[in-house]
Structures are given as structure tokens and as C-alpha cells.
């Protein structure tokens, strides 16, 4: 039953301080909205479960015993979210104006629209690339020399209107929620890490649609939930793009291809590990 016109759902894993600034600046900026906001929890260490309860009580809290990674995390919320639409949104973001005011009502206006993103940017003013270029044997091979194919991120890309695209980064995705009932939830497979890219592939399947909106914008301090163990969430991100890759595309092709594939992403794990042993500070984000 749809009590709210829209359920923010955050993800949290150690990040008290950031997630503390998300919360206020929601809580100050949005108006005119009736909204709940659900944070699960991951089995953090640093007070975030406590800085919740004290200082964001209306605030619906799922307190997990173990770090189920986000898919399962943002699933639990879903399953009991009452909102018209669903927003899953990153613990690390900050907003500085009414900006899911202006996401709804752009959904009310284009019916055709199932999943939308704003544009992203760093708190240097830097663009955060939220909008992904889709995962196919050629990119999937270029991958291994370090080559990024964005085919629909380009670097002098800079679209002023509402754009069409195929895939974004569910860094603040806002759904409708009817769109998991016919498309289902995210797949639990995926710890971190190309979740997005397996639910868009699903979603235009079935004929949704997704749209880019770079005239409105929030920030995002990037990568804070994966910079704690880098060989650990390397992994998550092999597994992922190595998921991915078996469930959309492996069948299209014959074995001999597939298993150069497979080699190819092990001999990036190596090179990312090398490039992490070369420049201590690099993350995964």
C-alpha cells in the first residue's frame, strides 16, 4: 500500500559522518514532498546505527548482523517501502536543493519514464560518470587493457536536456515502483558492483524506459563504503563483472571466446592489483 509519494532507501556501511550530512541535507532541503526515508545498515562499526536512532528518529532503521552487500540491503527496504516511487540513493551523496521534488515531477510529466538519474558531480565540481556505456564482448575485452568504452558516456558529453540512455549508476536512481514488481528486484547475486548495469540490461528488455537529467544535479564524495579493504572489494568487482558478463552475454558466443574473456578479466584483477601495490592511496569507487 502506497502511503508516501516517494521512499528514499540508503545503503550504509561505516560511513556515519557522511551519512549524517545526507540525512540533514534532506531533511533541509526537501519540501513539498511527502517522503520516509529507510537506512539499512550493514553491520557497521563506527556509530552509525546509534547516530541514526538519536539524531534521525523518523527515520526507519534495518539493523543488519552481517554486511549483506547492496543488492540484498536495498532489496530488504524495497519489500517494505510505501512509497509511490523509490529512490535508492548513496549514504555518501549531499543535496543542496529541492532536487527529488524536481525528479518527481519530471516522472509525472514523462509516464514513459521508469528509471531516471540526475547528473552527479564530485564536490570538486568534477562530473561523476553516471551514465554507462553497456557491457558487451568488446568492451568486455578492451576492459582488459584498461580501455573504457563508454558508448554512451563521452568525455565532451554534455547534454543540457533530458537525454534517453541505457544504462546509469545507482548512485541516486529514482524508480517507479511498479517497475520491480514487473521486473523484480535487484539480483542478490551481485554483492557490489555491476548491479546496475544487470538491472538496466533487464529493465530496457522489457521495454522501460531510462532517462539521464543533467539539469539537475546533487554531489557525491565517491567511493566511501570501498576504500577499507581494496583485495576484498576487488574481488566483489571481478566476481561481479565476471557475473555479468556469464548471465547477458557468455551465451551469445562460442566457448573459446568466453574463456579469453574470463582469462582477460583475471589479468585485470592482477594489473588493478599491481596498480593498487604502485599507488597505495587508489580505490575502487
Known amino acids: ?12 556501511f561505516n560511513t556515519k559522518n557522511l551519512l549524517k550530512k545526507n540525512l540533514t541535507s534532506i531533511y533541509k532541503y526537501t519540501k513539498n514532498l511527502d517522503f520516509e526515508i529507510i537506512v539499512v545498515d550493514n553491520a557497521s562499526k563506527d556509530g552509525s546505527k546509534e547516530m541514526v536512532k538519536k539524531e534521525f528518529p523518523q527515520v526507519k532503521l534495518i539493523e543488519n548482523k552481517e554486511n549483506l552487500g547492496f543488492s540484498k540491503a536495498n532489496n530488504q ?24 521534488k524536481k525528479m518527481l515531477d519530471f516522472m509525472e510529466k514523462n509516464q514513459n519514464a521508469a528509471l531516471i538519474s540526475p547528473k552527479i558531480l564530485f564536490k570538486n565540481g568534477q562530473l561523476d560518470q553516471v551514465v554507462r556505456g553497456e557491457i558487451d564482448l568488446l568492451s568486455a575485452f578492451l576492459s582488459i587493457f584498461g580501455i573504457k568504452r563508454e558508448r554512451y558516456f563521452l568525455k565532451n558529453w554534455n547534454p543540457i536536456e533530458p537525454v534517453e ?14 517497475v520491480f514488481k514487473e521486473v523484480g528486484l535487484l539480483d542478490s547475486d551481485f554483492v557490489i558492483y555491476f548491479e546496475d548495469a544487470d538491472y538496466c540490461k533487464r529493465l530496457t528488455k522489457k521495454g522501460f524506459k531510462i532517462y539521464y537529467l543533467p539539469q539537475i544535479s ?8 570501498s576504500t577499507f579493504n581494496y583485495e576484498k572489494t576487488l574481488n566483489h568487482y571481478i566476481c ?30 592482477l594489473k588493478m592489483l599491481l596498480g593498487k601495490f604502485f599507488n597505495p592511496q587508489k580505490r575502487l569507487s
Request: glycine share 4%.
Open 240 to 269: 561481479s563483472l565476471k557475473l555479468f558478463y556469464q548471465k547477458h552475454e557468455a551465451k551469445k558466443y562460442p566457448l573459446f571466446l568466453n574463456l579469453l574473456i574470463y582469462f582477460g578479466i583475471e589479468i585485470l584483477r
Open 218 to 225: 546533487l554531489f557525491h564524495f565517491g567511493g566511501a563504503s
Open 1 to 12: 500500500m502506497e502511503r508516501f509519494q516517494l521512499t528514499i532507501i540508503i545503503v550504509n
Open 77 to 100: 527496504a524495497i519489500k517494505i517501502s510505501k512509497g509511490k516511487y523509490i529512490l535508492l540513493l548513496n549514504s555518501d551523496t549531499e543535496i543542496k536543493d529541492n532536487i527529488f
Open 165 to 178: 540512455v541505457k544504462r546509469i549508476a545507482f548512485t541516486a536512481a529514482l524508480f517507479r515502483k511498479k
